[in-house]
């Protein structure tokens, strides 16, 4: 019954997919990368076809989830530039069905070791936006390549080259633009331009979006690949990738030495782990915000029986927005690296904590922001990312979010090398209440030091039942990460939904401050006149909230679908 309304949802799927508006390209019908998708033999989903495809056929040729994962990741550095990165960095969620254990694995920027906390003031002592997001100095060491070659090292079954070799031919012979990445490329042509390897690398030998159908070579890039699959990545971080991309920051004034590269660690680290009326659901720990949000309010919404009172009605949208003002509430007050300060995960995710914070959720009327202060009664304690996700037959499984921060991150390429770098450094607190691009506060938890990884809301996750994976799941979005995910694991579990219907159903998202709601079209009228009776500020917003990639299974069946929000994605399997 459950493969029979998952086929039955497509229609469903696509209105909601024609009236929403993407945050960075328009929703058009795009053929039937849109059509959920059936497998066998494992799944790879991602936000670009031909990235989907590779993982797939690394699937086919024996590799395991993460032997795809890492072929996907790179292969979306070819296809997808304005997300898939190898000079950004990133989150790796990993089950491992044989030892029957989950881990995240960290391979977030870095800050440079000349980084200090006043680097992005003017001189008045106010925070410069344009420093950091669109300068070198926003840049920090990137940890995809890093991270990448360490899973598929460590919990790989094929070589780096194996799994390298289809993303250095996509480079190198080239792929046909389609209609996504020309809208994407078209809107990111006044930065690109600004710099003159990015205009080379990305735009028309007269400046414009290269058109649908052209040709699309990457000579430089492919040659970058080749020397870091040659030299398991040592490469990016110490060879000719390295000397060019502290050229690059040279030329540019950046921060990045070849001895930070040098440094470069990826950490192993314990997830962040909830249970969720029977079902376990594990993320990503600090520096991610993700997963101690996600099970905050998971903890939160559990003392309500939230089916009851019917997905998407006004009772259930002010529980679910009452939650996110209290998780954001806490996020801009403990969140950080926690190799620089002491982040208070138990305490956030206990569910006495939880139980404290819904005894001051009226029912009936909204709690103003300005009334919600970060840690209430907190025990005390001694715009632009991809997500895609792997599943292989053996029950492996891997949910992976990467990033430049910003579309195509702050618009410099590395001559010579192919890539652009990232503005991550954004993420850091410019200065303690100053809100970054994404309107989130941050407080001295995570001010600039140098070495130090930058908070993120992205949120890989994998949830469990009865020790078996159910759903991997995650979602590009800046702030709107975190919420995406927390209403595709109620879907899933509170309402029954599968993985067409809880994508296509439309979500909110609140994030303390600003103190309103934003709703996506598809909310009944009706609904939201109900909810700004209860005193909720409600934004009907012109962009997405989230884009998530999500893979399930039953039993020798593989479902997966790529969000219809944004064009251009696949799910696919290897038969």
Not at 25 to 52: C, K, N, T, W
Not at 59 to 71: E, M, P, S, T, Y
Not at 78 to 84: E, K, N, S
Not at 148 to 164: I, S
Request: with cysteine.
């Amino acid at each position: 019954m459950r493969h029979m309304r998952f086929r039955a949802c497509f229609i469903v799927a696509i209105m909601v997919a024609v009236t929403a508006r993407g945050e960075d390209q328009p929703i058009i019908q795009y053929g039937d990368r849109f059509h959920p998708q059936i497998g066998y033999g494992g799944m790879v989903v991602s936000q670009e076809a031909l990235a989907s495809q590779v993982g797939a056929d690394i699937l086919a040729q024996g590799g395991n989830a993460v032997d795809a994962a890492v072929a996907t990741g790179f292969a979306l550095a070819v296809t997808l530039p304005q997300a898939g990165n190898i000079g950004g960095g990133g989150f790796m969620m990993i089950h491992l069905a044989e030892a029957g254990r989950t881990l995240a694995l960290d391979y977030r920027e870095m800050a440079p070791g000349a980084a200090h906390r006043d680097l992005f003031l003017d001189d008045q002592g106010r925070a410069d936006p344009q420093k950091s997001r669109f300068s070198a100095l926003s840049s920090g060491v990137p940890g995809t390549v890093a991270g990448l070659v360490h899973a598929q090292h460590k919990y790989g079954r094929l070589g780096l080259e194996a799994v390298m070799a289809p993303a250095i031919r996509l480079a190198e012979e080239g792929f046909r633009v389609d209609f996504p990445l020309y809208w994407s490329l078209k809107r990111a042509r006044e930065r690109l331009s600004r710099h003159p390897a990015a205009r080379e690398y990305f735009l028309a030998a007269d400046g414009s979006a290269p058109e649908t159908g052209t040709l699309w070579r990457q000579p430089d890039l492919a040659r970058t690949l080749k020397r870091i699959a040659g030299t398991a990545g040592r490469d990016f971080y110490e060879g000719e990738t390295a000397r060019l991309i502290v050229e690059e920051m040279s030329r540019q004034g950046g921060l990045i030495t070849l001895q930070d590269l040098k440094n470069y660690q990826v950490f192993e680290r314990h997830p962040v782990s909830g249970t969720y009326r029977g079902y376990e659901v594990v993320s990503m720990p600090p520096p991610s915000s993700g997963g101690v949000h996600l099970v905050q309010m998971l903890n939160i919404l559990e003392g309500w029986d939230l089916a009851s009172l019917g997905h998407n009605s006004a009772a259930y949208l002010h529980r679910l927005v009452e939650a996110m003002r209290r998780a954001y509430a806490d996020r801009s007050q403990y969140l950080g690296d926690p190799d620089f300060v002491d982040v208070p995960v138990m305490a956030l995710t206990d569910k006495s904590y939880a139980a404290t914070l819904r005894r001051h959720i009226s029912l009936d009327k909204a709690t103003p922001s300005s009334e919600v202060a970060p840690g209430l009664a907190v025990p005390k304690e001694g715009r632009q990312t991809t997500h895609f996700a792997t599943w292989d037959e053996d029950g492996n499984v891997v949910s992976n979010t990467y990033t430049l921060n910003f579309s195509y991150g702050n618009g410099i390429a590395v001559s010579g090398a192919g890539f652009l770098l990232n503005n991550e450094m954004d993420d850091f607190s410019a200065k303690p209440g100053v809100p970054n691009a994404y309107g989130l506060i941050g407080a001295e938890a995570n001010a600039i030091e140098p070495r130090k990884r930058p908070l993120s809301s992205m949120t890989p996750a994998i949830v469990l039942k009865d020790g078996q994976p159910v759903l991997a799941t995650g979602s590009p979005g800046g702030s709107r990460i975190i919420t995406a995910v927390l209403q595709m694991v109620l879907n899933h579990i509170d309402f029954d939904m599968n993985l067409a219907e809880a994508t296509a159903a439309p979500r909110v998202h609140h994030q303390w401050l600003p103190d309103e709601v934003s709703v996506e079209k598809g909310i009944s009228p009706d609904t939201v006149k109900l909810l700004e009776a209860m005193g909720h500020k409600v934004e009907i917003t012109p962009w997405v909230i989230g884009r998530t990639q999500s893979l399930s299974r039953e039993d020798d069946v593989f479902l997966g679908v790529t969000d219809f929000r944004w064009p251009g994605g696949a799910a696919v399997s290897p038969r």
